[in-house]
């Protein structure tokens, strides 16, 4: 027995996406570290849309825990939520394994940079494709599944019973999918179908007879005006 319900959201809009968003086909190097990338004003707005959506839960939906990436825009992410929220001092806990995938020595530069600068490992990314490839010093997919399912094994002992909200990245929620349903590693690239993840995005599962049920999946109604 773990959590009985897990709410899992990725971050607001931030700086980088849209950075990476104008630079389009042009290179890019983007000088601030991945931990240190804020929201944008749209992200905050988007925080504070979540936080309306979970006020708004039924006592019996409304998470008793938090979980948070590290990473500035998550942790932003959740501030601005639980103050529109009004939750007060829920339990929290910031967990390296809720980071973003780390893409090493590659994590300053878009594509068009990547294939300027590192041109044999943009075709080493093309021709393992996404879901296989791992960067110099950085994680593969199957990398991010390993240390979100040791996160799971502790949620399990730690969250027993419990409703836990989950604040990080494309991802971790992405990935999160692969884990909870128990699928191999070597259908990681099936995951393809359900990105991308959307900047401020919901997903829900429930516990049925001891295991999480997919409740629904990369929604953004509550971002609608």
């Known amino acids: 027995m773990g959590p009985v319900r897990i709410v899992a959201v990725r971050h607001g809009e931030s700086e980088a996406n849209v950075a990476y968003r104008q630079a389009g086909d042009?290179?890019?190097v983007y000088a601030r570290g991945d931990d240190e990338v804020t929201l944008t004003g749209v992200g905050r707005t988007q925080a504070a849309a979540l936080g309306r959506l979970l006020a708004a839960l039924p006592a019996a939906e409304t998470p008793?825990?938090?979980?948070?990436?590290?990473?500035?825009?998550?942790?932003?992410?959740?501030?601005v939520a639980?103050?529109?929220?009004?939750?007060?001092?829920?339990?929290?806990m910031v967990d390296e394994r809720l980071r973003d995938r780390e893409w090493g020595l590659l994590a300053p530069y878009n594509e068009a940079a990547i294939e300027r600068r590192f041109p044999e490992e943009l075709a080493r990314l093309r021709a393992e494709g996404e879901y296989r490839y791992r960067p110099p010093q950085g994680e593969s997919f199957a990398d991010v599944a390993a240390r979100l399912r040791d996160l799971l094994t502790d949620l399990r002992a730690r969250a027993r019973g419990q409703r836990v909200l989950i604040v990080a990245h494309d991802s971790v929620v992405l990935v999160l999918r692969h884990v909870i349903a128990e699928a191999p590693d070597t259908e990681?690239?099936?995951l393809a179908e359900?990105?991308?993840?959307l900047n401020a995005s919901v997903s829900t599962w429930h516990a049925t007879d001891g295991r999480l049920t997919l409740l629904h999946y990369n929604t953004v109604h509550h971002l609608e005006p």
């Open 26 to 28: 042009d290179p890019l």
């Open 64 to 79: 008793e825990l938090v979980w948070c990436s590290p990473y500035l825009r998550a942790r932003e992410t959740w501030a």
């Open 82 to 92: 639980r103050e529109t929220w009004g939750a007060g001092a829920l339990p929290l």
């Open 188 to 190: 990681l690239a099936a």
């Open 194 to 197: 359900f990105a991308p993840i």
